[in-house]
């Protein structure tokens, strides 16, 4: 092995290693741009079909007295059919309600996650909804919702698109964020864009930094001429990072008032078998091999294996 790469390696735990200039934003980049991300955009959401009730293990945050686990569930299944020719499966708790207030919130939730670009939503597999008001996660091809947690983020906060794009992009993080080019983009920048992702930099900082560059690059128009700047000047070798990447971004539409436009590209994640992610050339490769839970330990973020889904949940936001 190179020794450049070497090194980079053996520093991707440390963030303290890192971020010599402040994080400008804490906890995480949604709460400062809560409202940025909006409802009203175009969406990819095609159709929602019901399939039935089936037996299913869950991931359930509520389960071992709030410290989580899985569950078996009678849950109500769904196929979720996006305008660009992907697919998602949607798994509702029936704690929910009867069906048809199910149906209600799998077809309002299946419309909140069209919102998300192709990139993030091809490496969705599964959508686990919940009733009740509990944090959010994602990771493993999937997403963990709970309907009054969205409602909240929603209606109170008005963050509720931009945790979600987090959230997805926690998929994208674990096909990159032990690459060799995204921790030379690290340690180029020298420094986070939030707390959150300092404090948690191989877990938390592709979805901190993913968010901050969409916001940038599609929403320009919608923030701050500070804002733009604080975000351009933090985390340059990062925004170059995603930029080169090319990613498929439909439905999302290019912001006009963005001062560096991404190059318009088909080039996206293309769907696949679970187990295998996406190269830069949308060949499938390998998943990054999982870190033992020691190298985790302190994350509010981690949990324990809970193959085939096991998911990187943000703390309370």
């Given at each position: 092995?190179?020794?450049?790469?070497?090194?980079?390696?053996?520093?991707?735990?440390?963030?303290?290693?890192?971020?010599?200039?402040?994080?400008?934003?804490?906890?995480?980049?949604?709460?400062?741009?809560?409202?940025?991300?909006?409802?009203?955009?175009?969406?990819?959401?095609?159709?929602?079909?019901?399939?039935?009730?089936?037996?299913?293990?869950?991931?359930?945050?509520?389960?071992?007295?709030?410290?989580?686990?899985?569950?078996?569930?009678?849950?109500?299944?769904?196929?979720?059919?996006?305008?660009?020719?992907?697919?998602?499966?949607?798994?509702?708790?029936?704690?929910?309600?009867?069906?048809?207030?199910?149906?209600?919130?799998?077809?309002?939730?299946?419309?909140?996650?069209?919102?998300?670009?192709?990139?993030?939503?091809?490496?969705?597999?599964?959508?686990?909804?919940?009733?009740?008001?509990?944090?959010?996660?994602?990771?493993?091809?999937?997403?963990?919702?709970?309907?009054?947690?969205?409602?909240?983020?929603?209606?109170?906060?008005?963050?509720?698109?931009?945790?979600?794009?987090?959230?997805?992009?926690?998929?994208?993080?674990?096909?990159?964020?032990?690459?060799?080019?995204?921790?030379?983009?690290?340690?180029?920048?020298?420094?986070?864009?939030?707390?959150?992702?300092?404090?948690?930099?191989?877990?938390?900082?592709?979805?901190?930094?993913?968010?901050?560059?969409?916001?940038?690059?599609?929403?320009?128009?919608?923030?701050?001429?500070?804002?733009?700047?604080?975000?351009?000047?933090?985390?340059?070798?990062?925004l170059k990072y995603f930029d080169e990447r090319n990613y498929n971004m439909f439905p999302v539409a290019a912001d006009a008032g963005s001062t560096e436009?991404?190059?318009?590209?088909?080039?996206?994640?293309?769907?696949?078998?679970?187990?295998?992610?996406?190269?830069?050339?949308?060949?499938?490769?390998?998943?990054?091999?999982?870190?033992?839970?020691?190298?985790?330990?302190?994350?509010?973020?981690?949990?324990?294996?809970?193959?085939?889904?096991?998911?990187?949940?943000?703390?309370?936001?």
């Amino acid at each position: 092995m190179k020794p450049f790469l070497l090194l980079l390696i053996l520093m991707i735990p440390c963030g303290s290693c890192l971020g010599q200039k402040p994080w400008p934003y804490k906890p995480g980049v949604a709460e400062h741009y809560a409202g940025t991300i909006r409802s009203t955009g175009p969406s990819a959401f095609g159709s929602i079909t019901y399939v039935g009730q089936q037996e299913k293990t869950v991931f359930d945050r509520r389960a071992k007295d709030g410290n989580g686990g899985r569950i078996t569930i009678h849950a109500h299944v769904f196929n979720i059919a996006w305008s660009d020719g992907l697919s998602s499966e949607m798994v509702a708790n029936p704690d929910i309600g009867d069906l048809a207030a199910v149906t209600a919130q799998a077809e309002r939730h299946a419309k909140i996650v069209g919102l998300l670009p192709h990139c993030l939503r091809s490496l969705l597999d599964r959508i686990v909804l919940h009733g009740g008001n509990v944090t959010m996660g994602g990771g493993n091809r999937s997403l963990l919702l709970y309907s009054e947690k969205t409602m909240q983020h929603e209606t109170q906060k008005g963050k509720l698109h931009e945790i979600i794009v987090h959230e997805a992009a926690h998929n994208l993080g674990q096909t990159m964020e032990k690459s060799p080019e995204w921790l030379a983009a690290q340690y180029s920048d020298n420094a986070f864009i939030s707390k959150y992702a300092q404090d948690f930099p191989l877990r938390e900082d592709v979805s901190e930094s993913f968010l901050a560059w969409l916001i940038l690059r599609y929403h320009r128009h919608r923030i701050t001429e500070e804002q733009a700047n604080t975000i351009s000047s933090q985390i340059p070798a990062r925004l170059k990072y995603f930029d080169e990447r090319n990613y498929n971004m439909f439905p999302v539409a290019a912001d006009a008032g963005s001062t560096e436009p991404p190059q318009k590209s088909s080039i996206g994640f293309q769907p696949m078998h679970r187990g295998t992610t996406s190269g830069s050339d949308g060949s499938p490769v390998r998943s990054p091999t999982p870190l033992p839970p020691k190298a985790w330990a302190g994350s509010p973020c981690y949990l324990p294996d809970l193959s085939p889904f096991t998911f990187h949940l943000s703390r309370a936001r």
